[in-house]
């Protein structure tokens, strides 16, 4: 009996267990065993049908009636595209041809530079008739002056107009067919790939030149606000983001915290900068944050960012939805540290290489121009939206990025190891025959050049050398020393005047030099400029010192792009200077190397012990070509590039560059 | 649970007072009752990997069996679509706010068949290719079953192609949709726009608010934007093989491919192959084809058949004209074979223009210069020609190839506008792959000077040299530009001295504990570090002169991106060993400079901790060697760039200098150094070092010149 009870509770203890066993388990193995059945929130996917295979395709040949094809469209009435509404048959020959259109009556000093400027540029043609673009400026936002329909205007074709500031002019004629290049203008109105989007100038934006940008490192300095928003009357306040409301919403507004500092600036200080994108006002305030170094962070603009058809903005501002503020606020505060760095470094570029100066923004306009007439020889990408930008870049050398001297890491690529030397022989006319046999030694030496620009008869013999010896019959002109010809044939030249003396080595190592850094100049002698208080003005100095600014091209690598930008992107006034007073000619050429690359020159050991002085040249011309650039492009470097063992106490038999030790 | 445990635990009391057969199959019985339970407790909280595969929930149905639902004549249509739609005017970003991971969520609707009054239906049920469409789309990270969290909706209705569908029924099939709300946030997926006689650019089907990936846009339909611009799927691409054939001069420099063109068109092409011989190749349709052969295959001129597409891989140059539409399923055969389309159809918006960029890929000419195009293209550099064919294939590869790759990448753009911080880069859209490894994207890329009132940091790394550390600390604090001085106390086991005791200087001195000896904590991106520059200096570098610190920081601010240092190291090949040599002798080049003494970027301290490859760091740490060769790799690998030595050679109290009695001591630290180096170009799969040949010296250091001129005259003196 005893037994049995005992049995019987352990018998109920034993199936409450395995009640529970079930009741817990029986739920998953049930889900296990069967099949699943289609359940709300359950992942479901599209359906992979049994008979997907019988499925007829979307196009079945034949089945196209295109054989029927209409005859081709006439444009759309109103609206017009780049095929349809400009005449590019007009643009043969050496690219963009712009006609401006005299100014009628008094007009602005404003206005006379620019006039002034385009007339200066490469692009400037007199005759209307030749040109293959009108331009139309439409300037004067203070006088208020409005222009009228000009001469040759046939229903706008081939026209552009320009706006710098919203015309306050109400459009007293059908702009027709004509191209229209307006700050900031509407997305609704702009007509991608034919109108241009320019930047909203403020109106005392500098003519030439312009001030560099702001930014002094290339990453934040810790501690710096992370956003800075526009304020009401012009300024900006610096915001601290650390809660999580907010901070451009009024909604926040009750609560400003103890972090949020109150500022008037000019100029932002923060990494990023809060853009509203309704009033294309704003627009002026995106130059602001891009001059700063403040990565712009649009939300939603109305407008069209300014040159967008080439310039990639997503590299160097956000464009937000304004109605996800907590999701971009994260996204900034999350952002990468690499990401910032890039977006930083790329405002700094654009402002510089496309905004800093409305010279910039109109060469900026017409070579966005070009590269739509160009097509295929257009700027590639890289060239608008990388160092040093594509007005300093030209794509008649060659739109191949590889073959300029600012892209080889980029690219992967290297320039070749040879060079072209190329002498110049001015007067008296001595064949330079010691110079030649010094350079002709060199291993890395493919050919030697010589430039013959004075009055005397060629000489018929020349040296016998181990490369080949061409000799060019100059146009007596100082300026044809750096002609980009077509005989040079690698990407480096050694430029040398008859009168300078090298050895051989000091070739070799210098050039090696130059190999890494191929977009600068690499060279010998050196001279300096500096601010000189007394006559307010730059001065110059050959003078051996510890510093220096340029490098003499009588003795200088340098990569033979500088040949085609001295040629073809120099105003011409500036050539005639070189010509005029040929001491200048180093003097440009060093302001053009130091205008791209922003870097100075780079010195290697060597040239003449006993150096005879340069003549100074003549004072004013430094100021002259400053005054044309319209700053002051050079940098002045402490630092000469010497041989590993240079000067080293060790033995001379390990030393490769021996004999550049010989005092 | 518990109490089951419970019950167990009484379980024994009971069991010694019955009989032993009893005991052992009660035994048994509960054991078996109490590994259920824990099996089962187990499966249930276990993380249930088996329910997401894919196999379980796919249904297998077909699709006869799709339900069909009745349209009555006067259900209401949607309005046309709006021209002015822009992304934050029609589309409702808030829908995609939910997604943390920046990725939209797309919901796609369940197939139906539509049907009028009379029971006839409004379009063919699904074509092959948009039940591949929504399949990738199903597949991809995008999806989401849950309508009420997505943030893009796709409907089953098959638009693809116009003709075949009723335009008015459609539209009024896609307005009953559920989440329709006037086409808000809808993506409707159309390659075949318009119909007979005039063709409209885009599709007919009134559609409000929605979105339109549509193949053919022009430029008055294509609302920039808001609409995707798309290629049309080539069928051919799934059918032919076509393997790469590498870029080069081919048979024909221009080939017309297209038949069905517009006899104008055809006129002119004809007119350029008498002009220009054998190197234009304008084929037709063959009109004598024998029965089985596929006439969508073969192309003739005049009674030589060629095979296609196979025929564009012989040429150059492919013409693209437009049709009675702008879009053409040729573009996508012409890319796959390699050869440079070009593109003559005015006002065409090309595939995915948004992101690619067609200037690197094609050759646009307008329909007016169609004469012209033969000096147009010869007057293309024979490098920009290939360059342009390599990257038509690779466009082809990356975004033509299939219906996955043009609805994935149709996604990718939606998504990069509504998470524009997250967005793709114009490199990542454009480069091959090949150009994505060969290049090197330097992270300090603008060029710049750092003004010299910034001064630098100096860090020392000491662990208990406490006297050789303060003569550092008094050197250092010497040179003009330091700003501050840090000290990282790599010491656990000892307080650093109290601070009435370390020497007093001009600028501030702060010491970091650190919370393991590591060698990495002299890389660490400290928030103390306020300057640009950092000077890495060791505890037993006390023979650098103030002119040769103040120097180096000079050469610094004119190679920011650099490592400036003092002593140089090489690396050399080992030819008999077939490996790298780490090299310390008097050389005449350098690759390396040690960080024993040395000035950089305090980015590369942010990358050094947070971006070095593989388990470099790991391994630094743990042979407590090294970390210096790591840092000249990791800076040579994402600048591209060679290091700078400044001034001459000095004996340097170094590893390979001070730790050494004996030369066997000597030679097992060359030997691990050399090891370092293979084990790093290893993991960068490549030997990012550069050598130079040159250093860095004052400009007028050993010259001919009145010592005290000079700026640096302590520079070299041993």
Same mark, same amino acid.
């Given at each position: ?15 409450? *267990? ?19 059945? /289609? ?19 979307? *196009? ?13 469209? &006439? ?67 203070? =006088? ?32 027709? #067919? ?166 930083? #470094? #790329? ?89 030649? #046999? ?20 060629? /000489? ?23 002609? /980009? ?17 090298? *050895? =051989? ?36 100095? &050959? ?53 791209? =690359? ?66 | ?79 046309? +679509? ?36 009379? +029971?006839? $239906? ?91 990936? +549509?193949? +053919? ?11 995707? $611009? ?208 060969? $290049? ?143 090299? $310390? ?134």
């Amino acid at each position: 009996m005893q037994s049995w009870r005992r049995r019987k509770s352990l018998w109920l203890a034993l199936s409450a *267990s395995w009640l529970l066993l079930v009741l817990l388990g029986g739920f998953s193995l049930l889900r296990l065993a069967l099949p699943p059945r /289609p359940r709300p929130g359950a992942s479901q996917g599209w359906p992979r049908w049994l008979d997907a295979e019988l499925l007829q395709s979307f *196009s079945q040949p034949g089945e196209l009636p295109e054989d029927a094809v209409s005859p081709p469209q &006439a444009p759309h009435g109103g609206s017009c595209n780049w095929e349809s509404c400009f005449d590019t048959s007009k643009c043969r020959g050496d690219g963009l041809k712009v006609f401006v259109y005299p100014a009628v009556g008094t007009i602005s000093e404003t206005h006379r530079r620019i006039l002034a400027s385009i007339e200066g540029s490469r692009f400037y043609t007199f005759s209307p008739a030749g040109a293959c673009l009108l331009l139309l400026l439409s300037l004067d936002a203070q =006088t208020g002056e409005c222009s009228s329909m000009p001469l040759q205007w046939n229903r706008g074709r081939n026209h552009l107009v320009l706006r710098l500031h919203p015309a306050p002019c109400p459009r007293t004629f059908q702009l027709g #067919q004509a191209m229209v290049a307006e700050a900031s203008p509407t997305v609704d109105s702009f007509r991608p790939g034919f109108d241009v989007a320019l930047p909203f100038l403020p109106e005392a934006h500098p003519l030439r030149g312009g001030a560099p940008g702001q930014l002094r490192q290339h990453s934040p300095q810790p501690g710096v606000a992370l956003l800075a928003l526009e304020e009401e009357r012009g300024g900006w306040r610096t915001a601290d983001t650390g809660s999580s409301a907010c901070p451009w919403d009024g909604r926040c507004e009750q609560d400003p915290g103890p972090g949020q500092t109150q500022r008037q600036e000019t100029l932002p200080n923060a990494t990023f900068c809060l853009i509203s994108g309704h009033r294309p006002e704003a627009a002026s305030r995106f130059l602001q944050a891009l001059q700063a170094g403040c990565i712009p962070v649009l939300l939603s603009p109305r407008w069209e960012l300014p040159f967008s058809e080439v310039i990639d903005w997503t590299k160097a501002a956000i464009v937000a939805d304004e109605r996800l503020p907590l999701q971009v606020l994260a996204a900034l505060q999350e952002m990468s540290p690499a990401r910032v760095l890039a977006l930083r #470094q #790329q405002t700094q570029f654009l402002w510089d290489a496309y905004f800093s100066s409305v010279e910039k923004v109109i060469h900026t306009t017409l070579e966005v121009i070009q590269d739509r007439i160009f097509g295929t020889s257009a700027h590639p990408s890289l060239l608008w939206n990388s160092p040093p930008g594509a007005l300093l870049a030209l794509s008649t050398f060659s739109t191949s990025p590889q073959d300029f001297p600012f892209y080889y890491l980029q690219q992967g690529s290297r320039p070749e190891g040879r060079f072209s030397a190329l002498i110049w022989v001015g007067p008296p006319g001595q064949p330079p025959l010691k110079l030649i #046999q010094a350079v002709a030694g060199s291993q890395h030496c493919a050919q030697i050049l010589v430039l013959w620009s004075n009055e005397r008869p060629l /000489p018929s013999r020349w040296p016998e050398t181990a490369v080949p010896l061409t000799v060019i019959d100059g146009h007596r002109k100082v300026s044809d020393r750096f002609y /980009p010809y077509s005989t040079i044939r690698t990407d480096a030249i050694l430029s040398l005047d008859a009168r300078s003396s090298l *050895s =051989t080595s000091e070739v070799d190592f210098a050039f090696l030099v130059w190999q890494s850094f191929p977009e600068r100049m690499v060279g010998f002698l050196t001279s300096s400029h500096f601010w000189d208080e007394a006559h307010g003005g730059w001065g110059y100095t &050959a003078e051996r010192t510890n510093e220096f600014s340029m490098v003499l091209t009588t003795a200088a690598f340098y990569h033979r792009y500088y040949h085609t930008l001295f040629t073809h992107s120099l105003p011409k006034a500036l050539r005639t200077l070189a010509d005029e007073a040929p001491t200048c000619v180093d003097v440009l050429m060093n302001f053009i190397v130091a205008a791209v =690359t922003k870097l100075p020159p780079i010195k290697a050991p060597g040239g003449p012990g006993p150096r005879p002085k340069p003549p100074a040249p003549a004072p004013d011309c430094i100021n002259q070509i400053a005054a044309a650039f319209g700053h002051m492009p050079l940098l002045s470097s402490r630092l000469r590039l010497d041989p590993v063992l240079f000067k080293d106490p060790v033995s001379v038999q390990r030393k490769k560059y021996r004999s550049l030790e010989k005092p | 649970m518990c109490a089951s445990v419970k019950c167990n635990i009484r379980g024994p009391a009971l069991i010694p007072r019955m009989k032993t057969k009893h005991r052992i199959y009660y035994i048994t019985l509960f054991s078996i009752v109490l590994l259920g339970l824990i099996a089962t407790g187990m499966f249930q909280f276990w993380p249930h990997s088996i329910e997401s595969s894919n196999d379980w929930n796919v249904e297998k149905r077909s699709i006869r069996d799709v339900p069909v639902v009745r349209l009555p004549a006067d259900s209401p249509i949607p309005e046309r +679509g709006d021209l002015s739609c822009r992304m934050h005017t029609c589309f409702d970003v808030y829908r995609c706010g939910f997604n943390p991971k920046n990725k939209i969520k797309v919901y796609i609707y369940a197939l139906k068949k539509y049907v009028d009054d009379f +029971g006839v $239906s409004v379009s063919n049920t699904i074509s092959r290719e948009y039940n591949e469409l929504l399949m990738a789309i199903s597949d991809s990270d995008y999806y989401t079953d849950d309508i009420n969290r997505a943030c893009l909706f796709v409907p089953s209705i098959d638009v693809l192609n116009q003709n075949t569908l009723r335009i008015k029924e459609t539209a009024q099939a896609m307005a009953q949709l559920s989440r329709w709300d006037r086409g808000t946030n809808h993506l409707l997926f159309n390659m075949l726009p318009g119909g007979p006689p005039d063709y409209n650019t885009a599709l007919d089907v009134p559609r409000d608010r929605a979105l339109l990936a +549509g193949g +053919g846009f022009s430029t008055w339909t294509y609302r920039q934007g808001y609409d995707v $611009s798309i290629p049309v799927y080539s069928p051919l691409s799934a059918e032919v093989d076509l393997p790469e054939k590498g870029p080069g001069p081919r048979q024909y420099f221009l080939l017309s491919s297209q038949v069905g063109l517009h006899p104008e068109y055809r006129e002119d092409l004809e007119a350029l192959q008498v002009k220009h011989g054998e190197s234009v190749l304008v084929l037709d349709k063959c009109t004598n084809l024998s029965e089985g052969v596929l006439s969508v295959r073969k192309r003739c001129h005049k009674h030589q058949v060629f095979d296609y597409p196979q025929v564009l891989q012989e040429a150059t140059f492919c013409v693209v004209l437009r049709g009675a539409r702008l879009g053409q399923a040729v573009l996508s055969d012409v890319l796959q074979a390699g050869c440079v389309p070009v593109v003559i159809a005015d006002s065409y918006i090309l595939p995915f223009s948004e992101v690619l960029d067609w200037k690197r890929a094609s050759v646009v000419v307008p329909e007016e210069k169609m004469s012209d195009v033969y000096s147009i293209l010869q007057s293309i550099p024979q490098r920009q020609i290939e360059e342009m064919q390599r990257q038509a294939r690779w466009f082809w590869e990356a975004y033509f190839q299939s219906i996955k790759a043009i609805a994935l990448a149709t996604l990718q753009i939606i998504n990069d506008r509504i998470y524009p911080y997250a967005a793709i880069s114009y490199e990542e859209w454009n480069d091959p792959p090949a150009v994505k490894w060969g $290049s090197v994207s330097n992270p300090l890329f603008l060029p710049l000077i750092p003004p010299q009132s910034q001064g630098f940091t100096a860090i020392v790394l000491t662990y208990d040299r406490v006297e050789s550390l303060f003569r550092v600390i008094t050197e250092v604090s010497k040179v003009p530009s330091l700003s501050k001085l840090l000290v990282v106390w790599n010491n656990q086991n000892k307080n650093p001295p109290e601070d009435s005791l370390w020497p007093k200087i001009r600028v501030p001195l702060k010491v970091v504990r650190t919370a393991e000896n590591k060698l990495s904590n002299r890389f660490f991106p400290y928030d103390e570090i306020e300057t640009e520059a950092v000077l890495a200096i060791d505890d037993d570098i006390i023979m650098l002169t103030s002119d040769e610190l103040q120097f180096g920081y000079e050469v610094w601010r004119e190679f920011p991106d650099r490592l400036v240092g003092y002593p140089g190291r090489l690396h050399l090949w080992d030819h008999e060993m077939n490996k790298w040599k780490y090299e $310390s002798e008097w050389t005449n080049e350098v690759s390396m400079v040690l960080t024993g003494a040395a000035f950089y970027h305090k980015y590369f301290n942010y990358l050094y901790t947070y971006k070095m490859p593989g388990d470099i760091k790991n391994w630094v740490d743990a042979h407590m060697n090294c970390e210096d060769i790591a840092m000249n790799f990791l800076v040579a690998n994402v600048t591209g760039k060679a290091v700078i030595k400044v001034t001459p050679r000095k004996k340097f109290k170094c590893p390979e200098c001070t730790a050494i009695d004996g030369l066997s001591l000597d030679q097992t630290h060359m030997v691990e150094r050399s090891e370092c180096i293979n084990k790093f170009a290893s993991v960068f799969g490549t030997m990012p070092l550069k050598v130079v040949e040159h250093r860095a010296d004052p400009v007028l250091y050993k010259d001919d010149f009145p010592e005290k001129l000079k700026s640096f005259p302590n520079i070299g003196s041993l």
